[in-house]
């Protein structure tokens, strides 16, 4: 599935819906370079979520919890995670471990650091910029093996 944004409205628009499909034990990965709008994305789905005052970059925690007030679509707990300091699989198990994986909906910056050991059915979105528009992007949602 492919999504085109305009915006940053469009592309908090965009994660909102993609939010409301998503399943308790779902794991998505975020990617897309500097200022793409991983975390315009992210803003998205918190706001469907009714986190979107609450969450902060999990850059220096490396993951952040949140516990919903209300189970919203099976789900309870939301885990953010910036694995951008993690630079493989056997430093993220380590250190993190995979109990998270089933344990609440994952959400991955940087999740590539860790391909070998996400999910068989994580769900990849990709941010692509435009070089001839700055307020254009190219949003790409996959489920399963990249
Ligand atoms: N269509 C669009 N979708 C998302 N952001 C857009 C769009 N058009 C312009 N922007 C701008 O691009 C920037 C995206 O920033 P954001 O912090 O979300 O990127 P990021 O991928 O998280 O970057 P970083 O890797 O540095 O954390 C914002 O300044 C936003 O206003
Ligand atoms: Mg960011």
Redesign the pocket.
């Known amino acids: 599935m492919e999504y085109i944004?305009?915006?940053?409205q469009?592309?908090i628009k965009i994660a909102y819906d993609i939010a409301g499909k998503l399943n308790n034990t779902d794991t998505v990965v975020l990617t897309?370079?500097?200022?793409?709008?991983?975390?315009?994305?992210m803003y998205g789905i918190a706001t469907f979520f009714n986190i979107q005052d609450k969450i902060s970059s999990p850059t220096f925690t490396i993951v952040n919890e949140y516990n919903l007030d209300e189970t919203i679509n099976g789900i309870n707990t939301i885990f953010h995670f910036d694995v951008y300091r993690i630079e493989n699989s056997i430093d993220f198990i380590d250190s993190i471990g995979l109990e998270y994986f089933s344990n609440g909906l994952c959400i991955l910056e940087w999740g590539e650091n860790i391909k070998e050991i996400l999910p068989k059915n994580t769900i990849f979105i990709n941010?692509l910029k435009d070089d001839t528009d700055?307020?254009?992007?190219i949003i790409q949602v996959q489920r399963g093996e990249k």
């Open positions: 944004s305009n915006s940053e469009q592309t897309g370079e500097l200022g793409a709008g991983k975390t315009k994305f941010i700055e307020n254009k992007r």
